[in-house]
Every structure is written in structure tokens, then in C-alpha cells.
């Protein structure tokens, strides 16, 4: 019997459906009445101007927030119906997965079979892993000495504010909402300048799931307005951020005044070593994956390739094949697996990190430059022979930019691995268990993937170590985050 494979369809850009803050479950301008437009990578065009918010709005925002903490139908509502509430925005998510995916697609640059297979499965996985958390948050009772019952409670932690950025706007919400309702707090958000779109939509269907006014709050603007009012408000309990180090740095400082519970997800420089008796194939295809995926915008790409002396030659051959097969093009198209770099600012400073390499000695085996004249295109760029201290092996550049760097034996790259200020993933390929485990366990990293790259599941906790941020997101881990711990300790006498 013959079968037919369909071809993935082509996408459409949806309708823009939403623009403005959501306070206290109303639509709104901004206090100033101003916007700012949000662009579409592919084409430099404008795709719509969205309210721009900033302190006054962020202060009206944490009004509504701590009024459904302490007062609002949310403060009183069973841990069980938030679940039930979570479960039915995943649901509602998941009817609308094309046009969210398709929206991630125009605001974003990323390409459309990345956003239906990738971006959207993983947010609605991770808002039902969370909605299942919500009933199972539970304290302790603990032996005391004396004639004393003691015991624990997990409690909100009251009114969070969420700053996220633009590489995966979407399930960057979904990684920060899920602990966060799961725990029984409320939230105001600042989505990236870059990616306010999706966020937007997401929210209207929270409100469609009928989540209560003030539990989820969203205000989009820039980081040194918005952001940084959000950061510095006496009346909120805790900032999560993901971003780059230096705006973490930033906020550490600004919300010393007001000794705000911190979480950070920060960048990486993270090393995949391929070692000699590795499959060698599948190595390469999960160098390029490593690397390549997401136009290279992953706070955990594998940007430092160690590669082992004896297969560098064969390596490489086979890596540059397939980086330069790379389909580069419209994103909306089913077949395309590059888009464009979210906007000028990351495409100048790509662009400079490849100039950089060339000057520093980096043999540049293919890509180097800009992708056509329209949009914010870099080509997929591998260098190799690169060295431990140049630029390119240091600095997190957030592009289609790989490091190839060749190594003798084991002590020597878990060394060489270890030498980052960052630690939040790494990668080795081998098929020696021995050697993959004193791997795992000699660097100082918060991921390890062995044979693998980027396997992401919401019960696996994810984050860094060093300056790759400071707490895990995903998993039961998170659930910390959102939550105080309040010992009760009562007489029987
Ligand atoms: P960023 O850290 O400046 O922006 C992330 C978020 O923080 C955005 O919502 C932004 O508006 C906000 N923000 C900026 N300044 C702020 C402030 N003073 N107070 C409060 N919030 C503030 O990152 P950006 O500028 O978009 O990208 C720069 C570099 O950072 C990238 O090239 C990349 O290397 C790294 N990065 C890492 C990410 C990761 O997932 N680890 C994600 C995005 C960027
Ligand atoms: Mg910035």
C-alpha cells in the first residue's frame, strides 16, 4: 500500500491580537502613553508598536500583584485549582500551537519547524509538570528536643518579578510561571524589548483560562526603565532573570537596597568534547546541533568543540559539510534550519567576535560573513585551530559562531574545560563509561550531556555554576525559588 508523507505546510504570520499591558486582568496603555516597535529579524520591517512600560506602570503592576497575594480570590484558592487552571492554559495552549509558534516565528527570526516541534511542546509540557506540583508542596514534621511538636511550612513567596529575554520568549515564560503559580505567588513580567509578542498572547490566554485579576501581570519595556523599576520596588519579594551576566551583576546591585530574593540563568561558554573512541557521526551531528541550534542564541550552546587529536582531521572535514549545508531563509518556510539573529544589536556584535577570530589567528574554515542583504543573517561560521585564550574561546558571543579546539588526553580537557568563568553546561562523546562519568563528575558545570546535546525535560533541573547564574530553574528544584520555608514549633505541655 503506498503511503503519502505530507510536507510540513508553510507557515502563515498571524494576526497581532494583543499590545498593551495586562494589569489587574485589564488591557491598558502605558501611563506615558508611549510604544515601541517590535521587528521582525527576516525582514527589518515593523510588525507593531506595543506599550512601553515603565516605572509607573511596573508600580501599578505590583499593586495588583500583591493585592491577589493577600487579599484576592488566588490567596484563598485551593493548591489543587491552580493546578486545574495551569492544566487548562497548557490545554489552551496547545489548541493554539500553530498561531503561537507562528508568532514566536515573526518576532523571533527562529524557524517554524523549530517552534512547532521545539519551543511549544516544551512550554506546554512544562506548565503541565508544574500544574501537577501544585497539591504537592508540602512542609515537614521535625523531631525537636523537648516536649515540643515542630514543624514546617512551604509558603509563597509572594509577589515575584520576572525578567526574561528574547532567545526563547515563549518557554522562557513557561519556565518562569510554572514554578511560580505552582507555589501560589504572583507575578509581574517583563518580556524582552526584542519578543514582547508572544508573551502578550500567552497572557491573553491565562486570562481565557480564567486566572484570577493581578495574578499574572505583564509589562513590556526596556531593562533600564522597566526592568530596572521592577528591580528596585520595595513591595517585591523576588527577582528571576535570565539574561547576560553583566545585567545580573546590575540587578545584584540594585536590589541590595532591598535584599530581594535573587535567581539567575545567565550565559556559558560551554565545552563539547569529542574524544577519540566517540561515534564519531553522531558527535558531529550533535556538534552542529550543539551549536548551531536556535541561530546559536542558547545561554548553553556548545561553543568550545574539544576535539581529540586523532579524529580532528576527519572531525572537521565532516562538521564544516554540514555547517555550510545549513538552510538558510525565511523562517517561515518548513525546510529552512537557520533564521535570522534577533536583531541589529546581536548581528553587529556576531559580526565583530568573527572579525575578532580572524585578527586573533582563528583559521575561519567556512561562513565569516553576513547572509544575503535583508535581514539579520550570519552564516554558519566555524573556526578552528582556536586557542584557550582568544576571544572567541572566551566570551559568550550568542551566534553561528563555533570554536574548534583540538586536545591530547582526558586530565588536559577536563582541565581546559574547567578554565571558563562560566559553568552551566558540557558535553562529552565517548563510548568508555568510565571515562564519561570522571567526566561528568570533574566539571563544574550544572548540565552534562554524554552522547547527547540539549536535551531539555521540565523534571530535570537546569542552571549554573560560577557566574553562569545562581539557582536551578525546571524540575523540583525550582519550587525553592518560589517558595519560604516557616517553622511552627508548638508546646504539649
Ligand atoms: P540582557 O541581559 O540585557 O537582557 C535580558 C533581559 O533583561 C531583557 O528583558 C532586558 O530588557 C532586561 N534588562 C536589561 N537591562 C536591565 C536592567 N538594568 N535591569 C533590569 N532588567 C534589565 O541581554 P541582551 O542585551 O538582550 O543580550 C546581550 C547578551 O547577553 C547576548 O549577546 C548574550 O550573550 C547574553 N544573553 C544570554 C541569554 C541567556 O539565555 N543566558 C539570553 C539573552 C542574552
Ligand atoms: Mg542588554
Known sequence: MATVTQKPKQAKAPNIRQTQLLIDGEWVDAVSGKTFATINPATEEKIADVAEGDKADIDRAVKAARKAFETGPW??????DRGRLMNKLADLVEANLEELAALETLDNGKPISDSRAADLPLVIDCLRYYAGWADKIHGETIPVRGNFFSYTLREPLGV??????????????????????????????????????????????????GFPPGVINIVPGYGPTAGAALVEHPDVDKIAFTGEHRTAQLIMTNAAQTLKRLTFELGGKSPNVIFADADLDAAVAGAEFGLFFNQGQCCCAGSRVFVQQDVHEKFVEKLVSRASNRKLGDPFDPETTQGPQVDEAQFSKILSYIEKGRQGGAECLTGGERFGDKGFYVQPTVFNNVTDDMEIATD???????????????????????????????????RDVGKAHHFAKSVRAGTIWVNCYDVFDAAAPFGGFKMSGIGRELGEAALANYTELKTVTMSLD
Open 75 to 80: 490567596s484563598k484558592m485551593d493548591a489543587r
Open 160 to 209: 515575584v518579578g520576572q525578567i526574561i529575554p528574547w532567545n526563547f520568549p515563549l518557554l522562557m515564560v513557561a519556565w518562569k510561571w510554572g514554578p511560580a503559580l505552582a507555589a501560589g505567588c504572583t507575578i509581574v513580567m517583563k518580556p524582552a524589548e526584542q519578543t514582547p509578542l508572544s508573551c502578550l498572547r500567552m497572557a491573553e490566554l491565562a486570562m481565557e483560562a
Open 396 to 430: 559568550e558571543i550568542f551566534g553561528p559562531v563555533m570554536s574548534i579546539l583540538p586536545f591530547k588526553d582526558v586530565d588536559e580537557v577536563v582541565e581546559r574545560s574547567n578554565k571558563s568563568m562560566f559553568g552551566l553546561a558540557a558535553a562529552v562523546w565517548t
